[in-house]
C-alpha cells in the first residue's frame, strides 16, 4: 500500500468515525426551566445594610489657661 492510499484510509476512517458518533448521540434534552422568585425570597436575598458609620469627632481643643507645651517660634537667621 503506497503512501498516498494509507492516507486515504486513515482520512476514510476518519470520516467513518466521526459519522458514527453523530449518528449514535444521544437526543438533546430540555433545559431545565428558570425558577422565578417571588418579591419575598428577592428580599430576603439582598445583603443586610451596613452599619452606620461612627461619627466624626475632633479631639478636645485645649484651653489657653491650661498649661501645654511652650510656643517655640524661633526666627530661622535672616530675621524673617
Sequence with gaps: MT???KTIFVILGLA???AGT???RSERTQP???AKLTAAQAAEMQPPPS???PAK???PVAAKDEPGEPDLD???GNGS
Design 3 to 5: 503512501t498516498m492510499g
Design 16 to 18: 467513518a468515525l466521526f
Design 22 to 24: 453523530l449518528a449514535l
Design 32 to 34: 431545565t426551566p428558570v
Design 51 to 53: 452599619p452606620a458609620a
Design 57 to 59: 469627632v475632633s479631639p
Design 74 to 76: 524661633f526666627e530661622d
